[in-house]
């Protein structure tokens, strides 16, 4: 464009000395006649629909030279914005790792895990959806535990995995190193010990050595040969959770002892992960399940209601055994974080027209040379967005540290957790558009305020006083108070709501409790001999100081180990659906501390020679006899035991703490003699210290057995990792909204206190004396700010009414927050009130008539 | 005495001009220059938004080249839709100077 005219006007010269002008006289004329080139081009570009982005250009150097001006006011800005949206994007990106990644596996879509109604299935029952399918490739089970690795004498818990031999195969998985099960070591049971290393396992342990292949590793004092090595960045099926190693089906007694699972129908506990054969769609699977699913119900001769449903998932996902707690969670968290998104994006917006004020100057100057309402609109805009824009870059950061920090909670785990939480390109997409959005939406109001042509002329006189202004300096204050009331109320009853689910009573003593395996059948000790074992263990350990009691049971509660079966209630024609059972010793109850509501525990004479008996807790008293009187009532499983109610325990947590209490019933460990034990001791104080005394005093008992205690809460710590993770979470941002509603309310009542500084100044020229002044203005502040507390806590009651469905065990009249919110805004609102007047009442009167 | 042009004439101008041969923004000025004998008077520098007017809206295109005096240049030249613009605003500007004639003339 320059080229283009700067040739014209060349040629105009030239042809101007071509008729006989002086070459000067020429150039000038030429310029003359061309006229104002700048503003030509200017033209030229609006022409060509350059305009927006030249203005864009403009507004945007201009905005980052104010908003450099303006350090102290862009950094407080950028801090608050970068705190909300700091807390959105570090929830995103543990969304973000938990729900977009597929698997490391060959064809993932193809993958899926399988759930018919009872979402886990026995080894036999696995068998025949494997074999009496059309819709799949190939059907492998596997199901997740704690293994016991033995070096040097020195035991040390590791995850793994028991799958079937075709597991590997079924994934489309290549090995590392080494080789991957093949038929035979999944055909006889126990023939094969050998196992399968994760990458990272092999890396960390052994320093990827490639003799491993070969040697042996003690698993459950039982030595295994590795075989194989899995390709890197494979941890299991399920997301987030990491395997170490992989030990065949065939190996069930080894790794996963207590009953004799390959051959009954009866124990549950396999998961299903299959691949879809080419052109089969995941609803055609599922249609074929099913019908494989009915035949073996009846087969069972135990058709259930609404079990021929079989759910068929995109394998990769969460645990389902976490997986409701994992969303309930988020749900919350993102209410949450929403709220102080809220709250920092309407601080700013406060700060932001309290600033409009302080710019009026400039803003009239501009209106006056000309700037068209829309330019400076947009000018403003450019500014606010920019603003925004500096804010989510330092939320950015901010939730590198928030992220950090979350992930120390899964060191509790006793599955290692790898979770993809770094920033990638899903991240920033989410990052700065809703740095963008928000700013848009926060940064309208105050740059429409800013540029109302009415509010500028009229400041255009510096001494109006209008009242309108005056009073909508009061309705920010109020407004603002009223907010900050109701998203601390509800931040309050979120955070309290939480606790109260989290750190919920799990129904039994949780933090006095240690649990030791007896792995006694592996050592061979016969039945009898296990027996005398578990009495005599329980006698040396209940004498050690410290100790409270002790009982042996199948099950630790909430540690995803789990047992079910149908059971006949009185004479009912058909078994009810799958309930969960434990099997206990006695004095169990007791050592738990899960108190017997009616009837007696389970005691030593509740022996094989006597009656069969069960204690049932109150949820499968509700659900099985509702109304009527359990006790002396009869339950029948298809065994040859007739086993009637002796006793109703309070219900406790065994599946998960978030569940709502389940049926459940007990059974006498003595009637129904298991394979291994565990011994559950609870201590007087904490537990920590007794420990090394009960680990020794079993050790004694059989110097071979390498006895592997440990606390109760570290055995089920993985239930509360989430929670736990997510209640910090919940309190770190409630505190971050407490603070967030503090510095607004403050920056609007100091600001508003300051505006009136001449007022100040004229009353004390009059002859006010400084306390009368600062009386005054203090109980203005005061005064607004009980209007606003006084319009939000109703309003608060009302919005949150709404939400209570979401709240766990929390009133929306919850009394004590309302109070204490009420409370604290009082003390801001006074103290921000304060300060100013301070500061107000010690301005010299004269300098501020004289700055009239 | 020459004569500022009417508002809205200089595109017909810039069309005509054009349509006569590929020229560049000067040689459409000396053009019209020409063409009315001297009779009009065109602000220089407005030819420019004009030109990038008719451009952005598809009547001219325009490539650069090497003018008569060895320097280079942007060449404009009429698409065919310029042509057809050309052609519908001839017609419309003789129908319109017809009418304000007879109008004018009669009132004479």
């Not at chain 1, 932001?352 to 700037?371: M, P, S, T, V, W």
């Not at chain 2, 065109?42 to 005096?69: D, F, K, M, V």
């Amino acid at each position: 464009m320059r080229e283009e005219m700067e040739f014209h006007r060349a040629a105009r010269t030239s042809d101007l000395v071509d008729r006989g002008m002086d070459p000067e006289e020429a150039a000038r004329t030429a310029r003359l006649e061309f006229g104002n080139a700048e503003a030509y081009r200017e033209e030229c570009r609006k022409e060509l629909g350059y305009r927006p982005w030249d203005d864009l250009y403009a507004d945007l150097r201009y905005a980052v030279r104010i908003l450099i001006r303006n350090r102290a006011f862009t950094i407080v800005a950028a801090l608050s914005i970068g705190l909300g949206i700091g807390a959105n994007v570090t929830i995103f990106r543990f969304a973000n790792a938990l729900l977009f990644r597929p698997l490391p596996v060959a064809d993932p879509a193809r993958v899926v895990d399988i759930f018919p109604g009872s979402e886990t299935v026995s080894y036999v029952d696995y068998k025949r959806y494997r074999d009496e399918n059309t819709v799949l490739s190939g059907l492998a089970a596997h199901h997740m535990l704690a293994l016991n690795l033995l070096t040097d004498r020195r035991p040390e818990r590791i995850s793994g995995q028991i799958v079937t031999g075709n597991y590997f195969e079924v994934l489309g998985l290549e090995p590392a190193a080494g080789r991957f099960f093949v038929p035979e070591e999944d055909s006889v049971p126990l023939a094969h010990p050998v196992v399968v290393l994760h990458y990272g396992f092999w890396q960390r342990r052994y320093n990827r050595d490639p003799a491993m292949i070969g040697q042996t590793i003690t698993l459950n004092r039982r030595e295994f040969t590795v075989i194989g090595v899995a390709p890197r960045g494979f941890d299991s099926t399920y997301l987030g959770m990491v395997s170490d190693v992989w030990v065949p089906m065939m190996m069930q007694q080894v790794v996963w002892p207590g009953q004799e699972r390959l051959t009954s129908p009866q124990w549950n506990g396999l998961y299903l992960t299959g691949r879809l054969k080419d052109e089969v769609s995941q609803q055609t699977a599922q249609s074929v399940l099913e019908t494989v699913n009915r035949r073996i119900e009846q087969d069972a001769g135990t058709p259930q209601r609404g079990w021929g449903f079989v759910a068929v998932e995109t394998a990769g996902g969460l645990h389902r055994e976490i997986r409701n707690i994992v969303y309930a969670t988020f749900a919350l968290l993102v209410v949450i974080v929403e709220l102080v998104l809220l709250l920092a994006c309407s601080n700013v917006a406060g700060l932001l027209l309290a600033q409009a004020a302080a710019r009026r100057k400039e803003i009239a100057l501009r209106f006056a040379l000309g700037a068209s309402r829309k330019r400076l609109l947009a000018q403003m805009l450019t500014e606010n967005i920019g603003l925004w824009m500096i804010g989510g870059l330092v939320g950015l950061a901010l939730s590198g540290a928030l992220t950090a920090m979350l992930m120390q909670y899964t060191s509790a785990l006793p599955f290692e957790l790898e979770l993809g939480v770094g920033i990638d390109i899903r991240v920033l997409a989410f990052t700065l558009p809703l740095a963008f959005v928000t700013g848009l939406a926060f940064g309208l109001g105050p740059a429409l305020q800013a540029t109302k042509p009415k509010v500028v002329e009229g400041l255009k006189n510096e001494i109006v006083r209008v009242g309108g202004m005056v009073r909508l300096r009061h309705a920010l204050v109020v407004g603002q108070v009223a907010l900050s009331a109701i998203l601390l109320i509800g931040a309050g009853l979120l955070v309290k709501s939480l606790r109260n689910a989290y750190f919920i009573d799990p129904g039994f003593d949780l933090e006095h409790g240690i649990v030791v395996p007896l792995e006694l059948s592996a050592s061979g000790y016969s039945e009898s001999a296990r027996r005398l074992f578990y009495d005599d263990a329980i006698a040396r350990v209940s004498q050690q100081p410290g100790v409270a009691s002790v009982a042996v049971a199948v099950n630790v509660p909430l540690t995803m180990n789990r047992d079910e079966m149908r059971v006949t209630v009185d004479s009912e024609s058909e078994p009810r659906e799958l309930t969960l059972y434990n099997v206990v010793g006695a004095g169990y109850f007791e050592t738990m501390k899960m108190p017997i509501i009616r009837g007696r525990p389970l005691t030593d004479e509740d022996h094989g020679g006597a009656p069969g008996v069960v204690v049932i807790n109150e949820a499968m008293a509700r659900a099985y006899w509702p109304g009527g009187d359990p006790i002396g009532r009869r339950i029948t499983h298809g065994g040859p035991r007739e086993l009637s109610v002796i006793g109703i325990v309070a219900d406790s947590k065994f599946g998960s703490l978030g569940e709502r209490n389940v049926p459940m019933f007990f059974l006498s460990a003595l009637q129904y003699p298991s394979t291994d034990m565990k011994l559950h001791v609870r201590t007087v104080g904490d537990p920590a210290p007794v420990l090394p005394m009960v680990r020794r005093a079993i050790e004694s008992m059989d110097e071979s057995l390498a006895v592997d205690a440990s606390l109760l809460r570290d055995e089920i710590g993985i239930v509360f990792v989430m929670p736990r993770a997510g209640a910090t979470l919940l309190s770190l941002f409630g505190v971050l909204g407490v603070l967030l509603a503090c510095i607004g309310l403050f920056g609007v009542i100091t600001q508003y206190v300051n505006q009136r500084a001449q007022e100040i100044g004229v009353r004390m020229a009059l002859g006010a004396r400084r306390r009368e002044v600062m009386a005054l203005i203090v109980r203005r502040g005061v005064g607004l700010t009980a209007v606003g507390v006084l319009i939000g806590l109703p309003l608060a009651t009302l919005l949150w009414r709404l939400l209570s469905s979401r709240l766990y065990g929390v009133s929306t009249h919850d009394a004590v927050t309302l109070a204490s919110v009420g409370v604290l805004l009082m003390i801001i609102g006074a103290v921000a009130s304060l300060l100013p007047a301070l500061k107000a009442s010690r301005v010299d009167p004269v300098t501020v008539l004289r700055a009239q | 005495m020459p004569t500022s042009i009417l508002p809205g004439t200089l595109d017909l101008l810039i069309l005509k001009a054009v349509s006569l041969g590929p020229q560049h923004g000067y040689g459409i000025l000396l053009r019209i220059e020409q063409t009315s004998s001297g009779n009009l008077l065109i602000e220089q520098g407005a030819l420019y938004p004009a030109l990038y007017r008719l451009e952005t809206q598809g009547s001219l295109g325009s490539e650069w080249g090497i003018s008569e005096n060895n320097r280079r240049a942007k060449f404009y030249t009429l698409t065919p839709a310029g042509r057809k613009r050309l052609k519908e605003e001839l017609s419309h500007w003789k129908q319109l100077t017809k009418g304000m004639a007879l109008a004018l003339g009669a009132e004479a």
